[in-house]
């Protein structure tokens, strides 16, 4: 059966021969699905400008005889999220958004609210100006995602002795997945983390799709938020994230460089 009009947000784009590319795709209907693209890399009319990573497609699929392959028999771009091409900071915060999907995710099994929230997210990012803001709206997809796919942390009590952490000043972000209190001893890879920064995560897993994206972190708190959700997922999918690496590096370096040079003369 082939599909009609389904979204799909491209995670990844490989050459395959000549002419033809192979696309990773995130859609809602079917999760993470393969599709081959037929003259992909050469036709300029029929695709041209139109498959780029981050472009949400409007896509007609034809089977192949895998049941893991779809043809791309057509696409049109939804939303080519062109701002995130115009800063390479943006660029870089949007990375792991595609490679978490891509590595994350299971083949062909739809997963509630995940295509949503990566969309929420990129929209926020072609928009968003300086790391704060790139920092806020990374983290939340992080935090939130891990809850989309059952890896969700405990935040409300200590991970070791139960006791409820709501009142506490002093807590750790533990890679065993919650928080643990200033009472229980210390592992060393815990993260000492702000009060404000727990609330942020919870609130980032708890909150509809709409309000999330005025949730700001607290400030100054972006590089401990982003330092323990890297660690944390890098744990999950049991391998390096090189996107996430490279998105941190940039969020952290203070100096902003300017787009273009201006003119000598
Ligand atoms: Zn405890």
Redesign the pocket.
């Known amino acids: 059966m082939s599909t009609s009009a389904l979204p799909g947000l491209v995670l990844r784009l490989r050459p395959l021969g000549e002419s033809d590319l192979m696309l990773d795709l995130f859609t809602s209907a079917m999760g993470r699905i393969t599709a081959l693209a037929k003259g992909g890399k050469r036709s300029k009319q029929r695709f041209f400008g139109v498959l780029l990573d981050a472009h949400l497609l409007e896509m007609n699929l034809e089977p192949t005889k895998s049941p893991d392959l779809w043809r791309l028999a057509s696409a049109r771009v939804l939303a080519s999220h062109l701002g995130l091409r115009q800063d390479y900071r943006r660029l870089l915060a949007a990375g792991p958004v595609l490679e978490l999907l891509l590595r994350a995710t299971p083949v062909q099994a739809p997963q509630e609210g995940v295509l949503e929230l990566a969309l929420i997210t990129l929209s926020r990012m072609e928009l968003g100006n300086g790391p704060a803001e790139l920092g806020s709206a990374l983290a939340i997809f992080l935090a939130r995602l891990l809850a989309l796919l059952g890896y969700g942390l405990n935040l409300e009590a200590?991970l070791?002795?139960?006791?409820p952490v709501a009142q506490m000043q002093s807590l750790r972000l533990t890679l065993g997945g919650g928080v643990?209190?200033p009472?229980?001893p210390a592992g060393h890879r815990d993260h000492q983390v702000p009060p404000g920064l727990v609330k942020f995560l919870a609130a980032a897993r708890a909150l509809e799709p709409r309000p999330l994206s005025r949730l700001r972190l607290p400030a100054g708190q972006s590089p401990l938020a982003l330092g323990f959700l890297a660690d944390f997922w890098r744990e999950v999918v049991g391998h390096d994230l090189p996107s996430l690496g490279l998105a941190l590096r940039s969020l952290k370096s203070p100096a902003t460089v300017p787009h273009t040079t201006p003119p000598r003369r």
Do not use: A, L, T
């Open positions: 200590c070791h002795c139960g006791r643990v209190c009472s229980c």
